[in-house]
């Protein structure tokens, strides 16, 4: 399975390991929310990570190419239900981003609650206007959640890809560390984040992501 999930205690580890670019397609979505949902009901936080190297490459091109003119509604309202389950989780969710993380693995990255990355030779952004393509409305409202609103015309409507540190500073990641340390980091993380009150940290979660939740649900079914 490419998709696996480990609860240690308080603490749900959601694996994400395809062998290659963690390519995101419908099955791929599907095998991963029913493992979120598990890691949910069973932890009081959950830290997603991806393979060494890769945290998630986006959509699965070779899916695109043999069904993507037929099913893209279909694959963008599922992307959205999945990436409002991540966002509006109520428990935290740490990423331990091992690697890249592009176009849709980095809209997965920002729906995480705490983001650990990894320094080395890795880019993380959004190329949908490199590769001539609209941006959905996740894709908009997550990173004007998430990211510095100066940079938002890079970063978006520019297709810029950023370094570590970069990714850092524009807000992509929230910790920079060597790659060694990611899965501990995440650990720690998750280990404090669980200490704290579980239905404070749901209810305030909510009330801050209210807006953009709405605004991601209200367009499925649109695309």
């Not at 490459?57 to 409002?84: H, V």
Request: aromatic fraction near 8%; charged fraction near 20%.
């Amino acid at each position: 399975m490419s998709i696996t999930v480990k609860i240690d205690g308080d603490i749900a580890y959601l694996t994400m390991d395809d062998g290659k670019a963690n390519a995101i397609n419908p099955d791929w979505m599907t095998d991963f929310v029913a493992k979120f949902e598990e890691a949910e009901s069973g932890a009081k936080a959950i830290v997603i990570s991806g393979r060494e190297g890769i945290f998630s490459g986006g959509f699965d091109l070779k899916w695109l190419a043999a069904e993507g003119a037929a099913r893209s509604g279909e694959l963008l309202d599922q992307a959205s239900n999945m990436l409002l389950k991540v966002y509006g989780s109520q428990v935290p969710v740490i990423a331990a981003c091992n690697g890249h993380a592009i176009a849709m693995g980095s809209f997965l990255l920002l729906a995480c609650d705490t983001r650990i990355g990894a320094n080395g030779a890795f880019r993380f952004g959004a190329n949908e206007t490199i590769n001539n393509m609209d941006l959905p409305v996740f894709a908009i409202e997550l990173p004007k959640a998430r990211l510095d609103s100066r940079k938002l015309t890079q970063a978006l409507i520019q297709s810029q890809l950023y370094e570590p540190a970069g990714a850092l500073d524009v807000g992509y990641i929230d910790m920079l560390v060597d790659p060694d340390r990611v899965s501990k980091t995440a650990t720690e993380q998750a280990e404090l984040l669980s200490k704290l009150p579980g239905r404070a940290y749901a209810a305030n979660k909510m009330a801050v992501r209210k807006h953009t939740l709405d605004l991601i649900e209200a367009a499925i079914g649109t695309y």
